[in-house]
T-cell receptor
Framework: DAKTTQPPSMDCAEGRAANLPCNHS???????VYWYRQIHSQGPQYIIH???NNETNEMASLIITEDRKSSTLILPHATLRDTAVYYC????????FGKGTMLLVSP | DAGITQSPRHKVTETGTPVTLRCHQT?????MYWYRQDPGHGLRLIHY???????DKGEVSDGYSVSRSKTEDFLLTLESATSSQTSVYFC???????????FGSGTRLTVV
């Protein structure tokens, strides 16, 4: 059962902000929102996670709506190296990965 | 990836043979996970461990067993490999139950 809904693909111009949406309308009270990305065939890379509040780190920002039913991952200045599949996951102790969003950053 | 290594990186084996994949960590993390990744299915959890000798099944555990006799090592065993177990296997570690995971580089297993 898919807990999250993401667009299958998105495009972004290099240097612009990439805003990746995710719907998770059935999220439970103790479940976190996680974002990972996977570049080509490498292992997934952790980006950020949050429970209720917006979060920011050196890689990205996570904006979670007040009702927690959706979130947005923001890459403030996308580079070609940010081309990857981005996974939005909700969970607590174990995480289920869906199909994610293929983000293509172009020059 | 720093702190987590998987071995072997590639393996070709014959149907019916036993295979063991190893995940080794130097981070002293409590939680360890095994996933498989196949085209069209994304990553699926096989087994996970929340401490030495404490393991539990994931969504695709049939045909797999695991062992964790010490904190740093988590072994995944295919008792009798089948072609349907041809996949890329990823190990992950986490310091807490709601922490971000760190993934290994993967093991590409081909069963012929």
């Amino acid at each position: 059962d898919a807990k999250t809904t993401q667009p299958p693909s998105m495009d972004c111009a290099e240097g612009r902000a990439a805003n990746l949406p995710c719907n998770h309308s059935t999220i439970s009270g103790n479940e976190y929102v996680y974002w990972y990305r996977q570049i080509h065939s490498q292992g997934p890379q952790y980006i950020i996670h949050g429970l209720k509040n917006n979060e920011t780190n050196e890689m990205a920002s996570l904006i979670i709506t007040e009702d927690r039913k959706s979130s947005t991952l923001i890459l403030p200045h996308a580079t070609l190296r940010d081309t990857a599949v981005y996974y939005c996951i909700v969970g607590y102790s174990t995480l289920t990965f869906g199909k994610g969003t293929m983000l293509l950053v172009s020059p | 990836d720093a702190g987590i290594t998987q071995s072997p990186r590639h393996k070709v084996t014959e149907t019916g043979t036993p295979v063991t994949l190893r995940c080794h960590q130097t981070e002293n993390h409590r939680y360890m996970y095994w996933y498989r990744q196949d085209p069209g299915h994304g990553l699926r959890l096989i087994h996970y461990s929340y401490g030495v000798k404490d393991t539990d099944k994931g969504e695709v555990s049939d045909g797999y067993s695991v062992s964790r006799s010490k904190t740093e090592d988590f072994l995944l065993t295919l008792e009798s490999a089948t072609s349907s177990q041809t996949s890329v296997y990823f190990c992950a570690i986490a310091g807490g139950s709601n922490y971000g995971y760190t993934f290994g580089s993967g093991t590409r297993l081909t069963v012929v």
